[in-house]
């Protein structure tokens, strides 16, 4: 069973499009995450969800907006594309929001901006 | 902030030597520090961890101590193979929800 599921895996699209990648997880946490990895494999967070509940939004252009429709859902909606949106996109999720959770993660949306 | 440090890669072993990889952070709480290794198409994935000062995470192989003096969390393995392979993350955590990764570091291992 995977844990946690991603689609999809490849996204190709044109520049000013919207598009949506979905993310669930079945390990019942109450926590799940967003994060952007780039072609140099820097990875940065985007969002963090608790229990439906946007707890972290870092610096990202209000392009990108993420929907918890229920705690083991988190969807990533982007709006109007650019080029630099080019990335690796994983979900992610953990138990809680203790230090000491370890993160389960997605096996990414590859998203080509064209 | 806090932040985490990681050495540069790429980097290029034969099978069955020793690996390190050297991770240093910064951190204004006390941090649970994490290795995470990604495999070519895939997502990353939990190596170990430490909780506390002086704990030592392990796992197939690999292990990293939790030196606050230092304060680094340094990977080591002291026999590579081809499958180990991959991009090795450190990352740190001090309320959960937010998690610091380094840059992450290749690891080639060559026959």
């Known amino acids: 069973d995977t844990a946690v599921s991603q689609t999809p895996k490849y996204l190709v699209t044109q520049m000013g499009n919207d598009k949506s990648i979905k993310c669930e997880q079945n390990?019942?946490?109450?926590?799940m995450y967003w994060y952007k990895q780039d072609s140099k494999k820097f990875l940065k967070i985007m969002f963090s969800?608790?229990?439906?509940?946007?707890?972290i939004n870092e610096t990202v252009p209000n392009r990108f907006s993420p929907k918890s429709p229920d705690k083991a859902h988190l969807n990533l909606h982007i709006n109007s594309l650019e080029l630099g949106d080019s990335a690796v996109y994983f979900c992610a999720s953990s138990q809680g929001g203790a230090g000491t959770d370890t993160q389960y993660f997605g096996p990414g949306t590859r998203l080509t901006v064209l | 902030g806090d932040s985490v440090t990681q050495m540069e890669g790429p980097v290029t072993l034969s099978e069955e030597a020793f690996l390190t990889i050297n991770c240093t952070y910064t951190?204004?709480?006390?941090?649970?520090l994490f290795w995470y290794v990604q495999y070519p198409g895939e997502g990353l994935q939990l190596l170990l961890k430490a909780t506390k000062a002086d704990d030592k995470g392990s796992n197939k192989g690999f292990e990293a101590t939790y030196r606050k003096e230092t304060t680094s969390f340094h990977l080591e393995k002291g026999s590579v193979q081809v499958s180990d392979s991959a991009v090795y993350f450190c990352a740190l955590s001090v309320t959960g929800n937010q998690f610091y990764f380094g840059t992450g570091t290749s690891l080639t291992v060559i026959p």
């Open positions: 390990l019942g946490h109450d926590t």
């Open positions: 969800y608790n229990n439906k509940e946007l707890i």
């Open positions: 951190a204004t709480g006390y941090p649970s």
